[in-house]
DNA sequence: GCTTGACCTCAATCTAGGTTGAGGTTGCAG
DNA sequence: CTGCAACCTCAACCTAGATTGAGGTCAAGC
């Protein structure tokens, strides 16, 4: 890690906790875009580290690569997020968390009706119809809850 | 659809929900053991139908196929869910959604927190460390609030 | 006994988010 | 100028949970 303001991956990857084989990904998914050397590596800003950390977090938080792409490219001219940005952007984090939390609290409440009721193979019944709804596509924590937080 | 006790396997997706693909993957991964004409195909019984549906039950609230397995597993000597089983089961899921609506709620609380803090960077972030438990690997609703169903 | 639709197996493909490995360069220190 | 770690690209592989397609068989009706 040099003090100057030009750093190496392996800089990056200690610095963010990412691995370098994920930067070199989330380069090539468009995230960051790195200077190159003449000899072709890889050259971060320190800037970089910050858009680096806002893709974990929001990763953590749930977002597909695709949604943190998204929420970038509204940051005007390439500009790395600022505090505003980062409050914006986790206003609109929350409300998807909330709508999240209700849909597993609904399906949760659900099950309470259901359990032991036996239904289980009747058309009628309020769960085997509602996971039609309950389970759509899109954005979401798909991994952040329901993984085991102990390991 | 037969009026008698054997199915096809068209007509347990057509009874179920399932596709047939589904079915007979599922088949692969033994949750289900249909015996077979001397032909060679499939065969169910009615009780297939109850071990089918409780198999997509059970995932739209977000168990893996591994899970359902072995929930299946702890039925005495392969019988089918009863209304008994069912309920002993649907706690333990229960259990489950309860331990990722907290998580969930956790999160959106440390996010509330954090709004406008401008930390992103910061080692000491609540955000950014917590992340590390918030998101490892295991079973869990995955593809329970996330997927489209009109497909 | 032939047609036809439903069935069979097996392998390849898909999405997401990377990791791993092969084979080859860069660049800094000595 | 050499050694060597860290870098480079590109392709293949991984998990989950299936779907799709190719190529072939079964069974029921006429």
Redesign the pocket.
């Known amino acids: 890690m040099r003090a100057d303001d030009v750093m190496?991956?392996?800089?990056m990857?200690a610095r963010t906790g990412?691995?370098?084989?994920?930067i070199?990904?989330?380069e090539a998914r468009g995230l960051i875009a790195?200077v190159?050397?003449?000899?072709?590596?890889?050259r971060f800003r320190r800037a970089d580290i910050r858009r680096l950390s806002f893709?974990r977090i929001a990763?953590q938080l749930g977002?597909?690569?695709?949604?943190i792409s998204a929420e970038l490219n509204k940051l005007p001219s390439g500009r790395t997020p600022t505090a505003g940005d980062w409050a914006r952007i986790s206003r609109s984090i929350r409300a998807s968390l909330d709508e999240q939390i209700a849909a597993l609290t609904q399906v949760r409440n659900r099950l309470d009706g259901c359990i032991g009721c036996g239904c289980l193979s009747l058309k009628k019944c309020a769960l085997y119809n509602a996971g039609d709804r309950a389970a759509s596509t899109g954005a979401g924590p798909?991994?952040l809850m329901g993984e085991n937080p102990d390991r």
Chains 1, 2 share one sequence.
């Open positions: 190496l991956i392996g800089d990857a990412l691995s370098v084989s994920a070199r990904f989330y790195p190159r050397s003449p000899g072709g590596q890889r893709i990763q977002l597909t690569i695709e949604d798909r991994y």
